[in-house]
């Protein structure tokens, strides 16, 4: 295994990888995105990610060799970096010592009768993106559909998943309601969570064939065009003086009864 050994913050890669942790737009022009951390980094290589950069320090090298020694072997190039660089570089407020660059899947699957998948529509908080798509994979939903918000690659999403990012099948599109619409055609079910007493009660909703729901915005829920599209509307009932919920919140327990 070669081993590059990057001693300046000014080098061009630790540029470039600073502007991919901190950027959608960057890891959109280059095609790739960033993993912190051991756990991270590794679930992105079992996964089957193609990991372009792995940047390491000595120390970690030392204290997580088992753990790592697969994804230093499974990186096209290591670079040895300073602890001062590996804690320029990573968002986190203790790093652990290791940062890989990987490229970015391009997202689909098919939709299926009988299935069970969750929309969500312009979700801003990455903490609420990674904890739906870590929550969709423990409750066994069959598939994901991003569109807007948060950028699925962000930092904190894919540690907020927890991995399932990874794992999970995921469509990204910016036309959720012509999305939803395809699903009505092949007779999916599909709804707009909503906070409304006239929707229909998520407790009293029959999930047994299939479905597809929406999650909408933190701020302003689910858009008129997509509640406009779906073929019904369902709200979770709530008690006491309570309005709404966190939408990671929401979206574990509508993802609960659908598969229950």
Known sequence: MNINVITARGNPKIKALKELTGKASARRTAGLFVCDGVRLC??????????????????????????????????ENVYSVSEEIMNFVSDTVSPQGIICTARTEKHSFCPQKNKKYIALDGIQNPDNLGAVIRTAEALGI???????????????????????????????????????????????????????????????????????????????????????????????????????????????????????
């Open 42 to 75: 590794r679930d992105a290589v079992l996964s089957g990610n193609q990991i372009v950069s792995a940047f390491v320090t000595e120390k970690c090298r030392e204290k997580y060799y088992s753990d790592i020694e697969e994804i230093l072997s499974n990186a």
């Open 142 to 260: 069959d598939g994901i559909i991003i569109s807007g918000g948060c950028d699925i690659y962000n930092p904190k999403a894919l540690r907020a998943s927890m991995g399932s990012v990874f794992r999970m099948p995921v469509v990204l599109t910016d036309r959720l309601s012509e999305k939803i619409k395809e699903y009505n055609g092949i007779g999916i079910s599909t709804y707009a969570s909503v906070v409304s007493g006239e929707a229909q009660s998520l407790a009293q909703t029959d999930f047994s064939g299939g479905a597809l729901t929406v999650i909408g915005n933190e701020g302003n829920g689910v858009s008129e065009e997509v509640q406009n599209a779906c073929s019904g509307k369902i709200t979770i009932v709530m008690k006491g003086r309570a309005e709404s919920l966190n939408a990671a919140q929401a979206s574990s327990i509508i993802m609960w009864e659908m598969t229950k």
